[in-house]
């Protein structure tokens, strides 16, 4: 079992090289293993593109014949753009083959792992089950929802605090950290942050990692009001990344074709009175745009927005070793709080580590109702 868990954790690695360039379809790694040596692998690059399996066995060539696949999802075995990876699989006289999980999908589910049954070949299922369904987690949810998978992404120091009473919040985190998140940028497929983040920060909401790597996420701005000013930095940049303003029928015509002509696209969404824009509604609209995974780098008002609409699928707390010792500061949330511990938002599978100085807290929401 070691064994198959380090192959498989091999697979993983080769299936995040995809991540945030393969929707509407989900990152998918697969090797070859043969007399214990690796020979074939690969990863599914892009949507229309061969599956990772297929990419393995050419690599793998003639020794594909006889040897073990290790792949982090369940073979398709249905025609989509591309033909059944099982199909290719059988033809090419796999021995075994050993999947992460199966396909969330419940209409697809086995399907794959049972045909290749049915050819006499071995299948095991659940090698680093948890590992490999987080990894498909955005593509799981817009199947059965419709709607993006949404991180949240924060950093505070030690009592809690993303800024001080004035307002500083740069840097709390450290080089480190903000490098990690950088290469979060480059694996998602929209940042979102509110108006107050832009007009305060001027962020460029771009990727950038060491040698000018990394490809930009498409930008999404809340503004209800279009107060988004036309010379923002989002607008004047290198990037190929669209830039999508979300609005409501209320606001000023004039100023949304001001910033169709700087670059954006207007996004007009149902109004919720007092709150704006109505966030489900402008998730389901990301959703037909085959956004899956979306990273909230916003202010404490759209966080909590986020939470009480239930829209917070994952959440990454950067926390730095500082204090800032009094009770002015800003938080991650701003808005009314539960007022039972029984009404908390559940955060599940916490996982932490070392980021630089910082650490980093992760683990997925869940809400919980009182009795």
Partial sequence: MEVQQRLMNQALELARQGEGRTRP???????LVKNGEIVGQGYHPAAGE??????????????????????????????????????????????????GCADPNPQVSGGGCAALQQHGIEVSCGILEDECRRLIAPFAKLAATGLPFITLK??????????????ESQWISSPESRERVHQLRHRVDGIMVGVGTLLRDNPRLTTRLPGEEGVDPCRVIIDSNLRTPPDASI???DSLASTLIATTPQASSARRSELE?????????????????????????????????????????????????????????????LLLGGSDGKGVFSGHGCSILAAAH???????????PDLLIEGELRQCSPD
């Avoid at 020794?63 to 073990?68: I, Q």
């Avoid at 924060?154 to 307002?167: I, K, Q």
């Avoid at 559940?346 to 630089?356: A, D, E, I, Q, W």
């Fill in 50 to 99: 061969p599956h990772a399996e297929v990419f393995a066995l050419r690599d793998a060539g003639n020794e594909a014949e006889g040897s073990d696949l290790y792949v982090t999802l369940e073979p398709c075995n249905h025609h989509g753009r591309t033909g059944p990876c099982t199909e290719a699989i059988i033809n090419a006289g796999v021995k075994r083959v050993f999947v």
């Fill in 154 to 167: 924060s950093a505070t120091t030690l009592d809690g605090n993303t800024a001080t009473s004035t307002g």
């Fill in 235 to 237: 607008f004047h940049q």
């Fill in 346 to 356: 559940r955060v599940t599978n916490l996982r932490s580590t070392m980021s630089g």
């Fill in 25 to 31: 379809n989900p990152p998918v790694g697969a090797l």
């Fill in 261 to 321: 002509r700087a670059g954006a696209e207007v996004l007009v969404c149902d109004a919720i009175e007092g709150e704006g824009v109505d966030l489900r509604d402008l998730m389901r609209q990301l959703g037909k745009r085959q956004l899956m995974h979306l990273l909230v780098e916003g202010g404490a008002i759209l966080n909590h927005s986020l939470l009480e609409n239930g829209l917070v699928d994952r959440i990454m707390l950067f926390v730095a070793p």
